[in-house]
């Protein structure tokens, strides 16, 4: 069975503060992909990034770099010089394609962390 | 694109009344899934479909709930009757779902901004 692990129920930090999101997962698939979205305050979910399990390459978008290890199984996100805008709810998925032949329809996502940035 | 469209954004009703969901996913996309988020049991995945199938629908908690693809641009989710468990935001997603190891766009599922649904 798949499942992830947001340990960090809510989290406030000042802004331009530097913040980190943890995320673990548990999986017995070899291949796979790790997700992040973004829920803001209006309540929509917002796709941030999505990494298949062959490429452990950090990457950088703006003030969001994420960190992949399998050998630790997390996906962690981290928000530089964070802003108010960045207040929202997010969540961790994973999802596997070797269980269907359709794609990675069985997205598991963990419980959310809400993030808030003080001004 | 503009994207996954729900419909209505936000619904009341009362106890017993059948309340449909509606969706329109982005154009291209082959798979369509619906979900459901609560505050005690998180974003749970009700039912998908590819290419207007139904794929898997594990999550349909009962009978009371039913969903359709007619075709390939329009879904709807189905309560029939109502009961106020039921509230929560219903959101739908599209993806253009591949098989094995995906390109830069498949299997992203890009999601609606939900229909908060209310139960009396």
């Known amino acids: 069975a798949q499942k992830v692990t947001q340990a960090q129920t809510e989290i406030s930090v000042v802004e331009k503060e530097d913040v980190t999101l943890d995320c673990v997962y548990e999986t017995r698939d070899t291949t796979y992909y790790l997700f992040w979205y973004k829920q803001p305050p209006s309540g929509e979910l917002v796709f941030l990034i999505r990494r298949n399990s062959f490429d452990e390459q950090n990457e950088i978008s703006g003030r969001y770099s994420w960190n992949f290890q399998k050998s630790t199984s997390s996906f962690n996100f981290t928000i530089t010089a964070s802003q108010v805008v960045d207040s929202a709810v997010y969540f961790c998925a994973l999802s596997s394609p070797e269980i269907s032949n359709f794609g990675n329809e069985k997205l598991t996502f963990g419980t959310g962390t809400r993030l808030t940035i003080i001004p | 694109d503009a994207g996954v469209i729900q419909s209505p954004r936000h619904e009341v009703t009362e106890m017993g009344q059948e309340v449909t969901l509606r969706c329109k996913p982005i154009s291209g996309h082959n798979s369509l899934f619906w979900y459901r988020q609560t505050m005690m049991r998180g974003l749970e995945l009700l039912i998908y479909?590819?290419?207007?199938?139904?794929?898997?629908d594990s999550g349909m908690p009962e009978d009371r709930f039913s969903a359709k693809m007619p075709n390939a641009s329009f879904s709807t989710l189905k309560i029939q009757p109502s009961e106020p468990r039921d509230s929560a935001v219903y959101f739908c997603?599209?993806?253009?779902?591949?098989?094995?190891?995906?390109?830069?766009?498949?299997?992203?599922?890009?999601f609606g901004a939900g229909t908060r649904l209310s139960v009396l």
């Open positions: 479909f590819n290419n207007n199938v139904p794929i898997d």
């Open positions: 997603a599209s993806s253009l779902g591949v098989a094995g190891l995906a390109g830069d766009e498949e299997n992203i599922q890009y």
